[in-house]
């Protein structure tokens, strides 16, 4: 699946995407993702305890 998706990057954007690299970019995009939501679920929490 990975390979494919690589496949179609590279032939969208005419260079040539790696699939480790692919995987690379995969992993950061996914680690901020994961702390955008941990971030907005502690500020909802604060948020949420002084308007108590």
Same mark, same amino acid.
């Given at each position: 699946? !990975? /390979? =494919?998706? /690589?496949? /179609?990057?590279?032939? /969208?954007?005419?260079? #040539? &995407?790696?699939?480790?690299?692919?995987?690379?970019?995969? !992993? &950061?995009?996914? =680690?901020?993702?994961?702390?955008?939501?941990?971030?907005?679920? !502690?500020?909802?929490?604060? =948020? #949420?305890? =002084?308007?108590?």
């Amino acid at each position: 699946m !990975i /390979a =494919a998706l /690589a496949r /179609a990057i590279s032939r /969208a954007t005419r260079t #040539n &995407f790696d699939v480790e690299t692919l995987k690379v970019l995969l !992993i &950061f995009a996914g =680690a901020g993702l994961l702390l955008s939501l941990v971030a907005a679920m !502690i500020y909802r929490q604060a =948020a #949420n305890a =002084a308007l108590l």
